[in-house]
Nanobody, 126 residues
């Protein structure tokens, strides 16, 4: 059974940092594009960042560019999101996701991603 499990969320003050991790089990996701999305209360789930299968190509939403960094460890079947200079508006549930249709091209549409974790809460206080 395919499973993605996020960890690392929590409460942090504005300007602080958190590192989210996503562990994949049940199969190898090393050939897939992996992404992070987030959903704040009352809002649609939105794209945050993604990385291609080789870990060479990344793409970020404009609102997190320069503050967040996505990376992956193919040997460990994990993907991480380093979040720096956090803002209250970054508060949301963060989800890890996998796009099994390809490993090269990064798409921001959530419908492309067929495997999802259960989410981890990130709360940034002002």
């Amino acid at each position: 059974q395919v499973q993605l499990v996020e960890s690392g969320g929590g409460l942090v003050q504005a300007g602080g940092s958190l590192r989210l991790s996503c562990a994949a089990s049940g199969r190898s996701f090393s050939s897939y594009v992996m992404g992070w999305f987030r959903q704040a209360p009352g809002k649609e789930r939105e794209f945050v960042a993604a990385i291609n299968y080789a870990g060479i190509r990344t793409y970020y939403a404009d609102v997190v560019k320069g503050r967040f960094t996505i990376s992956r460890d193919k040997a460990k079947n994990t993907v991480s999101l380093q979040m720096n200079s956090l803002k209250p508006e970054d508060t949301a549930v963060y989800y890890c996701a996998a796009d099994p249709s390809n490993g090269v091209y990064i798409y921001t549409l959530k419908d492309r991603y067929q495997h999802w974790g259960q989410g981890t809460q990130v709360t940034v206080s002002s």
